[in-house]
């Protein structure tokens, strides 16, 4: 399904970076879209993503340190502002002239802080997707992240199939994924999303999750799957049980970011309405942080087969529409970028 | 597990929230969710279906607006002489009426260029404004020509004041028609050209641009090509992720056999234009009669528009 072009994943995009703790005042330094950005924070809490590269000298500015709201290199000594504007140089009254690095538009949303890479005069045009429910009390969150040896198209068409979830994974599964005839999966497209539905009928619930929250693990509840590929560094998706009281639902958020061709940094979130605290989070955390962390060795191992014997021609079933949309979608968003 | 696959593109019914008349037999409508909810997003390019009156209609029009602006749409649809009604019913619409919209999609983008040269007949203005919006917001060099019958048939020219001298006005009763060969003779470096609008600009267009390099003309139809049936034969249609083989007849399209065969096959305009249908070829010639691909891309026979092409040979393999 894969074909490894060179680049593979748009600039202009919005992509997660970092989590908003891992900013401060201390610089932190990473890499994205084939780039070195630097993240810190301002005297007031705004967050900052300069080139991670000082226009003085090869030397990483993350290395360097904050003085009030500027960044200092940790060799040259030159100091950039905000804005990329380099502020002052040591040997000089005067700043020569176009001393800058590049400089990014950084918000924070969810508890991620988002970078658009690409073309700034865009970032103002593209407007991120909203994701409100991982900062929304009546959603209880938890996740992770780490960095995955695959190109990031790799885990767009991960997350755009879930047939295989009851494979790698039956326990996480819900059981309804391996009771035989499916209903009809429906995909609804838009020019730069693909989102799809499929509405299960009655069936129970996994017994770790039945467990957790002291439900019967017998007792068949309507489930409704969704998926939805909402930009080239988002999915976000939900799995509802349709119980009488009102859906119990799980939502799962995946921001993605490609590092380069080969490596994607993975944010993944789960979120649920039901069953709120500490102790039942407790239980679920190792249950789905298992589950990923089986994908992550999947998509990697998928990955270095492509690497040594070549992308290969994969044959498709219908129900890879979604699979098939989203690469078109990220392919067309690379070719716009001339 | 057999699973049915279902494909269909958004649809929503909208509410006019201003339809404003935009130059004579123009008006420019805009459209909100009754609910208050984001609508897609969309890049400049895309188009949506308005779905109209009783005969369910279904047009094409650009989006107009700006993709900033999540909570609302704007198209502009000019009243043309239509047998079939559309545009018609389109200007009776008043604020608060509701309209039935499907999309967007986008065989028309904008592409990351230093220099542009916008050339826009009539209502082909509205797919470049946002281009042309982009374009100055990212520092490129760019200029419009811009031509209509008069100036008071021409709309947006308010919008366009503001960018001075890169825009040039050609009213036909004033200014005669563009000069195309002395706009295109020369080539231009590191140049794209986006145009749209009636037929016979579109086609000079391309004649003008012929000594161009590939790729340099970028052009969306609102009309299709006419296209010569006679002769029309039947071919063997292999849909490889289906598993199934169908007879297409002379007097049938693949999307009609399609979904008839019950595969789930998105389409809007069924005339070749909008280029929904597009479909990927596995193995067999295509026989393009579509007005989306340009003649490259129908060389290149990698993708065919399902509801009007069809096969060179006896035996065509789609990825359906």
Not at chain 1, 207 to 215: K, L
Not at chain 2, 293 to 315: F, H, K, P, W, Y
């Amino acid at each position: 399904m894969t074909e490894n072009f060179p680049r593979s994943y748009p600039r202009n995009a919005w992509y997660a970076l970092a989590t908003s703790d891992e900013v401060g005042r201390e610089p932190l330094g990473t890499r994205a879209v084939d780039q070195p950005v630097v993240l810190w924070r301002t005297t007031a809490g705004t967050v900052v993503a300069l080139a991670d590269r000082d226009a003085h000298v090869p030397y990483p500015l993350s290395l360097g340190r904050l003085d009030g709201d500027k960044i200092v290199s940790g060799y040259s000594g030159f100091a950039y502002d905000a804005s990329g504007a380099c502020v002052r140089v040591p040997t000089q009254e005067q700043v020569p002239y176009g001393a800058s690095v590049p400089s990014y538009v950084a918000r924070e949303e969810g508890g991620l802080v988002w970078v658009w890479l690409g073309e700034t005069s865009l970032a103002g045009l593209r407007p991120p997707v909203a994701v409100p429910w991982l900062t929304d009390p009546a959603w209880e969150t938890f996740g992770g992240h780490w960095e995955t040896r695959a190109n990031v198209v790799m885990l767009h068409e991960n997350f755009a199939d879930i047939t295989h979830v009851a494979v790698v994974d039956p326990v996480i599964s819900p059981p309804v994924l391996s009771a035989g005839a499916a209903p009809p999966l429906e995909i609804e497209l838009t020019e730069t999303t693909v989102s799809f539905t499929r509405d299960w009928p009655a069936a129970p619930m996994p017994a770790w999750q039945a467990g957790a929250i002291g439900a019967s693990p017998t007792e068949a509840h309507p489930q409704r799957e969704q998926g939805a590929f909402l930009s080239p560094g988002l999915w976000a998706d939900r799995w509802d049980f349709l119980v009488p009281d009102g859906p119990q639902t799980f939502r799962f958020t995946h921001a993605v970011t490609p590092v380069d061709a080969g490596l994607t940094r993975h944010f993944w979130r789960v979120s649920r309405n039901f069953a709120p605290g500490a102790e039942t989070t407790a239980a679920f955390r190792p249950i789905f942080e298992a589950y990923y962390l089986k994908v992550r060795e999947v998509l990697e191992t998928m990955q270095r087969v492509v690497h040594q014997d070549g992308p290969g021609r994969n044959v498709n079933v219908a129900a890879d529409r979604v699979v098939l949309q989203v690469g078109k979608i990220m392919r067309r968003l690379v070719a716009d970028e001339g | 597990m057999p699973t049915q696959t279902i494909v269909r593109e958004y649809e929503a019914e909208l509410e006019v929230a201003e339809a404003r008349v935009a130059a004579d037999d123009v008006v420019a409508l805009t459209l909100r969710h009754p609910d208050g909810a984001d609508l897609p997003p969309w890049t400049p390019g895309a188009h949506i279906d308005v779905i109209l009156g009783e005969d369910q209609l279904v047009r094409q029009y650009s989006l107009c607006g700006s993709p900033a602006d999540q909570g609302q749409w704007r198209v502009g649809v000019l009243k043309a002489p239509d047998s079939r009604g559309g545009s018609v019913a389109v200007h009776e619409l008043c604020p608060g009426a509701r309209v039935r919209v499907r999309g967007p999609r986008n065989h028309f983008p904008f592409v990351a260029s230093k220099s542009y040269l916008f050339v826009a007949g009539g209502i082909g203005i509205t797919p470049l404004l946002p281009m042309i919006a982009e374009a100055e917001a990212a520092g490129a060099q760019w200029r419009l020509v811009y031509g209509g019958r008069s100036r008071a048939s021409m709309a947006f020219v308010d919008e366009l004041e503001s960018y001075g001298d890169r825009v040039t006005l050609m009213p036909q009763d004033e200014a005669g028609l563009p000069d195309l060969p002395g706009l295109l003779g020369e080539p231009l470096a590191d140049t794209l050209v986006y145009t749209c609008g009636p037929t016979g600009l579109l086609d000079a267009m391309e004649t003008n641009c012929s000594a161009w390099p590939t790729g340099s003309l970028h052009l969306e139809r609102f009309s299709a090509r006419e296209a010569d049936t006679t002769g029309d034969t039947p071919f063997e249609l292999v849909l490889q992720q289906s598993g199934l083989t169908l007879t297409v007849p002379a007097d049938k399209s693949i999307f009609e056999v399609c979904k008839e065969a019950g595969v789930s096959v998105v389409g809007s305009c069924l005339e070749g234009v909008c280029g929904t249908c597009e479909t990927e070829i596995v193995e067999g010639e295509g026989d393009h009669r579509d007005s989306v691909l340009n003649e490259d891309e129908q060389e290149a026979n990698e993708t065919m528009m399902i509801c009007v092409s069809r096969c060179r040979g006896d035996r065509l393999t789609l990825d359906l």
